[in-house]
T-cell receptor
Framework: NAGVMQNPRHLVRRRGQEARLRCSPM?????VYWYRQLPEEGLKFMVY????????ESGMPKERFSAEFPKEGPSILRIQQVVRGDSAAYFC???????????FGPGTRLLVL | DQQVKQNSPSLSVQEGRISILNCDYT??????FLWYKKYPAEGPTFLIS?????DKNEDGRFTVFLNKSAKHLSLHIVPSQPGDSAVYFC????????????FGKGTKLSVKP
């Protein structure tokens, strides 16, 4: 059973460009969570989605960031007009249900030049 | 404002001895706690969890202890092995029905052969 897949693993963007990060949950998992880890910090919750619905976006910055989890295909975290402060590791996790254990993907390391 | 604190950034232990990783929290509403292990360039891997109705949970070499009155939990690894060398994150949530995990900054464990 394949684990949570994230791509790309590394992404370099120049300031002002858009970054799209993809997450394919484990088979049978319909709950997806995105976290961000800044250097020397713990993971910070961003958003929790269930198929086609945003359940909790309390950790998402109000501007430039959006997330979706369509009926078909991976979940996408989109960052518009990236700035240097967006450089971080972005981790996606999935679970079978909200009360089930969250399993993490390998992360996407975003570097903004 | 850190709600989950891991005050030791690093810990070094001899192979075969016990490793004790500590975690303190400030929010008395937390009632579910987890430990994750993370290797460099990988995502966090779930280790063990505990609900606030318990004070101990054991899984093989890993035991988590919860002291609600002190708002403190600890992870014991016995015996420690070189492969246990990794960063360990403590995480908490208000309930198992909430997807928002709040992480500490992590403790880097080094197990010396």
């Amino acid at each position: 059973n394949a684990g949570v897949m994230q791509n790309p693993r590394h992404l370099v963007r120049r300031r002002g460009q858009e970054a799209r990060l993809r997450c394919s949950p484990m088979k049978g998992h319909s709950h997806v969570y995105w976290y961000r880890q800044l250097p020397e910090e713990g993971l910070k919750f961003m958003v929790y989605l269930q198929k086609e619905n945003i359940i909790d976006e309390s950790g998402m910055p109000k501007e430039r960031f959006s997330a979706e989890f369509p009926k078909e295909g991976p979940s996408i975290l989109r960052i518009q007009q990236v700035v240097r402060g967006d450089s971080a590791a972005y981790f996606c996790a999935s679970s079978r249900g909200v009360e089930e254990t969250q399993y993490f993907g390998p992360g996407t390391r975003l570097l903004v030049l | 404002d850190q709600q989950v604190k891991q005050n030791s950034p690093s810990l070094s232990v001899q192979e075969g001895r016990i490793s004790i990783l500590n975690c303190d929290y400030t929010n008395s509403m937390f009632d579910y706690f987890l430990w994750y292990k993370k290797y460099p360039a990988e995502g966090p891997t779930f280790l063990i969890s505990i609900s606030s109705i318990k004070d101990k949970n054991e899984d093989g070499r890993f035991t988590v202890f919860l002291n609600k009155s002190a708002k403190h939990l600890s992870l014991h690894i016995v015996p420690s092995q070189p492969g246990d060398s990794a960063v360990y994150f403590c995480a908490a949530s208000m309930s198992r029905s909430q997807g928002n995990l709040i992480f500490g900054k992590g403790t880097k464990l080094s197990v010396k052969p």
